[in-house]
């Protein structure tokens, strides 16, 4: 593509006569349905319709039309894609499918009505969310059917469609998907009139070209202002064309944004003629470079290679690029790419897929999605790697085993140049006899080039991306607890941009087993650093909460620790306690999100909680708490900024999103309910935590009872009596002597090696009691390690283990917890009343 702009097809045209600018008032807005009829118009299309799954059904449902002429056809509101329309074809094809108007007056249904001779006719597969197909619908004018451009273009604009439906599940649907594909796609239009020299254009396109749409003024000039001078000659060709230049032109111009920064844009236009009183028109389309079709000459190829390997990330989006860059603008029937590891080829992508379409050498080596190939039984291709040289072989060629059938009609291939040495190979095989012309050597140099340094980027983005997972996965919970009277879920999705490795982070905290702390925090940035801090401050909160202090207390402490590391960054942290047989939270929020609360009548609320500052900021920073009551069946959500919040995505507009999709969500599979609440798993500005707590209610509640140990000489008498009283309301007698035991035991120790306060808690839940003893001292009970007939002690927690179910301590809030629990047994049956005895024979009645 020359640098000077010049239009790729069409020749520039002289100024028409009397044209020039009108001085009139700006425009007012284009709405967004004129966007896609201008768009749609342009690629052709007289009409377009969206058709979406319909849930539990097998059918397709209209969902949208948009089009100049869509008031003129009408199409079937629902398909059945087991039928026999061109629509239900497509979908179960899984690919496009093109019609001429014979060809459509051929299918029985789903066809338009009326069915005119001159409309064709195209269906391509929409991948919504869940794998349901979708399908949109284009019927075109003309009779001859969609064009190769078109049909790219309409491709893409249906890919695009797919991410809108899919980014829309669990959430309200946009007002027009057309139009938010469009927008999605980075398409702009506009509509010139070249007699006044206004034009309406929208917003998409006023972005393009770095133009706020309060500030423009429906002049072309205006436009005009920001291209660069160079290409300004070919833009004014565009804008005043020749009354006798009807059809399709294409160009490529640079702007200059107000940030300074060039960008490189793509403008297809089509010229309308004249009709009745309306002026001449011209109609187009402008994006940037990567979106629009590739131009036919071997300079925009590589433009446009160039700029779409500039976009993607992964070896595998790569090696699909390589494909669509090749294979079809080339007519090839094959193209293999593969990269060299040690002694072997490792196939990345394979086009066509199909095993029968490669050498049997290959299809022996296919043990995993793609074969591997030692290099060494590959001659030819060990010779191309070693001297990293292109190899054309014409057709008629006698290829070696190994590649037999690759390319009878002619094969290419290129080794991929990356920093000095070879990291893979492509093949491309015809199986007609094709001619490789000088222009076509050059193109396939370059694209190697292209493809090689691409593919060392790739690998070194996997390789990031693969530590960086590990390092994420190493800090987050491998899984969550379960929990009594209800069900944890928790996502992690990490940023697409930089690093991909941040300061997210979530965690599950069994306190007791009827309490649990539910913990998500953000600091600040997604890097190494903030990844460090966060797995600090994840260890610090847990270790403060499970040593038993109420949740300001934990918070204060995380908050003095982060101050103390003498680090830039701080954090924000919402920590909540649930009391699952109480059901009641207790919040605290330090500079977080406020957590957000799903009712078991499907109403959302964002929960007012009163909060403090954020993590590492003031040492003496007070968090407050703030008590809620839980009803079973309410679910509650703790998410962080990234997936409410965005560049273009203001907070409280993503925090009212999140609630719609909160309340649209069902509640009945957590984990399905997460999901649609990520929505779209796209490219995100920072990574994204997100934490759901179904509460359920407990479906067995205790029955409890407490008691202050009095110290005093025969206070363990006491703690025996009160517990004797207790089983006996609680009707469990039989476990008496096992649990007075233990308390007699517990209670002794508690009084003779601490100070402070000492109590008793009993609880009954089913068939098991729970002996709970807490003192005023950190340390563990300690058994010994060798007791003799000399010891003088340490026989008591022996006892205790022998008599319990099971045994332990845990730290509480000023001291530890020592407990035990104890099966009750079961009672034995009542003895049978004694059968009447019998006469002895002879005896009395």
Not at 83 to 111: F, I, K, T
Not at 133 to 143: A, D, N, R
Request: hydrophobic residues 40%; aromatic residues 4%; proline residues 8%.
């Amino acid at each position: 593509m020359p640098h000077d702009g010049r239009g790729r097809a069409g020749v520039s045209q002289p100024p028409a006569p009397g044209a020039g600018p009108a001085h009139t008032a700006p425009p007012p807005p284009v709405p967004g349905s004129t966007a896609s009829e201008r768009a749609l118009t342009f690629a052709g299309a007289l009409l377009a319709a969206v058709y979406v799954p319909v849930p539990g059904s097998d059918e397709l449902r209209l969902a949208e039309t948009a089009g100049c002429t869509a008031a003129e056809y009408t199409l079937p509101e629902r398909l059945s894609l087991s039928g026999a329309s061109p629509a239900a074809h497509a979908c179960r094809m899984d690919r496009p499918l093109w019609l001429n108007p014979r060809a459509v007056a051929s299918y029985d249904e789903g066809g338009p009505t009326p069915l005119r001779d001159d409309v064709s006719y195209g269906a391509l597969p929409l991948r919504t969310e869940g794998g349901r197909p979708g399908c949109l619908v284009v019927l075109g004018g003309g009779g001859y059917g969609f064009e190769a451009e078109r049909r790219r273009f309409l491709e893409r604009y249906a890919d695009a469609i797919s991410g809108v439906l899919r980014g829309a599940a669990g959430r309200p649907a946009p007002a027009s998907l057309l139009t938010s594909a469009l927008r999605g796609l980075g398409v702009g239009s506009f509509l010139l009139v070249p007699d006044t020299g206004l034009v309406e254009a929208d917003d998409t396109l006023l972005e393009l070209v770095g133009i706020t749409p309060d500030a423009f003024d429906g002049k072309a000039e205006t436009l005009l202002a920001h291209a660069l001078p160079e290409d300004m000659h070919a833009l004014i060709s565009v804008l005043e064309p020749s009354t006798q230049t009807f059809g399709r032109r294409e160009l490529e111009f640079r702007v200059r944004c107000p940030s300074g920064e060039m960008r490189w844009l793509s403008l297809a236009c089509r010229v309308a003629a004249p009709a009745d009183d309306r002026p001449e028109r011209v109609l187009g389309v402008v994006t940037s470079t990567s979106v629009l079709r590739r131009g036919a000459d071997d300079v925009s190829r590589i433009q446009w290679l160039t700029a779409a390997l500039d976009e993607v990330m992964t070896v595998r989006d790569v090696s699909r690029l390589v494909v669509t860059a090749l294979r079809e603008p080339l007519g090839a029937d094959r193209v293999a790419l593969a990269e060299v590891q040690g002694d072997r080829l490792m196939v990345t992508v394979l086009d066509p897929p199909e095993q029968a379409a490669w050498p049997r050498m290959w299809r022996s080596a296919w043990r995993s999605e793609w074969p591997e190939l030692p290099i060494g039984a590959l001659p030819a291709l060990r010779t191309a790697l070693r001297d990293g040289r292109m190899d054309l072989w014409p057709a008629g060629t006698v290829l070696e085993p190994g590649l037999e059938g690759l390319g009878t009609g002619g094969l290419a291939v290129l080794p991929l140049p990356s920093k000095g040495r070879i990291t893979g190979v492509c093949l491309v095989g015809w199986d007609r006899t094709h001619q490789f012309v000088p222009e076509e050597r050059s193109f396939l140099t370059a694209t190697a080039a292209l493809v090689g340094q691409a593919l060392t980027r790739a690998h070194a983005h996997d390789a990031e991306e693969e530590l960086a997972t590990m390092l994420q996965r190493s800090l987050l919970p491998r899984r969550l607890p379960e929990l009594p009277g209800g069900t944890a879920v928790a996502r992690y999705l990490p940023a697409r941009r930089g690093l991909q490795v941040g300061g997210d982070w979530y965690d599950v905290i069994a306190l007791t087993e009827d309490r649990v702390a539910l913990v998500i925090g953000d600091v600040q940035g997604h890097s190494a650093g903030a990844a460090t801090i966060m797995g600090q401050m994840r260890t610090a909160v847990r270790a403060y909460a499970v040593e038993g202090h109420p949740p300001d207390v934990v918070i204060s402490h995380a908050n003095r620790l982060l101050v103390g590391m003498e680090t830039d960054l701080f954090a924000t942290c919402c920590y909540a306690e649930v009391d699952m047989e109480e059901g009641a939270i207790l919040f605290v929020r330090a500079g977080h999100l406020s957590p957000l609360v799903r009712h078991p009548d499907g109403s959302t609320e964002e929960v007012q909680v009163e909060g403090g500052p954020p993590l590492g900021v003031l040492a003496d920073a007070e968090f407050p708490m703030t008590s809620v009551p839980l009803t079973p069946g309410t679910v509650l959500a703790l998410v962080t900024d990234g997936l409410v919040e965005a560049a273009d995505l203001p907070l409280d507009e993503g925090m009212q999103q999140t609630r719609l999709a909160l309340a649209a969500a069902e509640p009945t599979d957590p984990g399905s309910m997460a999901d649609q609440l990520l929505g779209d798993r796209g490219r995100r500005e920072d990574d994204v935590a997100l934490l759901l707590l179904r509460y359920d209610g407990m479906k067995t509640r205790p029955i409890k009872a407490g008691w202050a140990v009095w110290r005093l000489p025969d206070a363990v008498m006491h703690a025996r009596r009160f517990t004797a009283r207790t089983l006996r309301r609680w009707k469990v007698e039989e476990a008496a002597d096992a649990v007075l035991l233990v308390v007699s035991e517990l209670v002794t120790n508690a009084l003779v090696h601490t100070q402070g306060p000492v109590r008793i808690d009993l609880m009954l839940r089913g068939d098991r009691v729970r002996v709970c003893v807490s003192d005023s001292s950190p340390r563990a009970p300690a058994k010994p390690v060798i007791v003799d007939w000399e010891s003088t002690g340490g026989r008591g927690l022996m006892l205790v283990e022998a008599m319990s179910d099971s045994f332990g301590s845990m730290p509480v809030a000023g001291g530890k917890q020592v407990w035990s629990e104890i099966v009750v047994p079961r009672r034995a049956p009542a003895p049978e009343e004694a059968a009447p005895l019998t006469a002895a024979p002879g005896g009395p009645p």
